[in-house]
């Protein structure tokens, strides 16, 4: 990312606050680091390291980061001067929200049936730009919903036996907690696959949590945010660690780093699309066997690092 003193970057995904506190280190008193977060928890918690260390660099916004643009232009309205250096998104769940007893993430606790970043139980029309309830989605859902979104988000093996389990168990009783669900799952799998190399919840778990929070088209809109607000010269560095989401950062890059997207059989480009990016990491950099060890959550993270031209 080539930070240094007295520039501004962006973590556009605050969690604990890893990237933030090694770029504020890097950027000294007169840079600036944006924290966003759409969970209110994770904000107060920086918030407390922030004053408990005295630091004077960082900004903290409670959102989420499909409005980075909108966020980098509130802040530069007061620093007119101030070019945008970078911006880091490390894409998923923290380590906090999942270890946390009732938040719902975690297929190894009995917990209410929430996943929400912002913590929001209550069901919202999505139409409207609001989110909508885990809790909401197992219940009312139809089947073919549910199998799609268990097929795609999850790319569950099983998700049309899930599905089906689903909507038969909640004919008898709603389904409203975290344990209930996963008996409901281990039902509808076979014994292999309920005995495997992963627990069977898993792939459920993140399919329902991504729907539960439009992870992917909130991915989508703040890639094409980042490209507004980046100055030459600038880098975005993303950290996923789903196929679908390394899918999205991949097509972007590639299309951002292109001057023509018309399809391959047009006789001559017609798109007047020109190159925004220069790709850095020709592919993707995976994390040493050394990190995993010290850090098993790492093993699947993927990384991609784009210039802005």
Known sequence: MR??????FIDGTLGGGGYTFALADLLGKDGRVLGIDLDKTAIEQVAKLIAKNKLANNRLYN???KNIDKIYKEF???RESQ???GIVLDLGLSSAQLASPSRGFSFQLD???DMSFGRKSETVNRKSGGEISTKYIINNSREREL???LKEYGEEWYAKSIAKEIVKARKEKKIETTGRLVEIIKQAVPGSYRHGRIHPATRTFQALRIATNDELGNLRTALDAAIKILSPGARIAVVSYHSLEDRIVKRFFKKEA???ICPPAAPACVCGHK???KIITKKIVKPSQEEIKANPCARSAKLRVAERI
């Open 3 to 8: 930070p240094s003193a007295g520039q501004v």
């Open 63 to 65: 959102d989420n980061f």
């Open 76 to 78: 530069r309205r007061a």
């Open 83 to 85: 070019a945008l250096h």
């Open 111 to 113: 917990t209410p049936l």
């Open 147 to 149: 199998y799609k979104i």
């Open 258 to 260: 292109s001057d023509c």
């Open 275 to 277: 190159a925004t990016l």
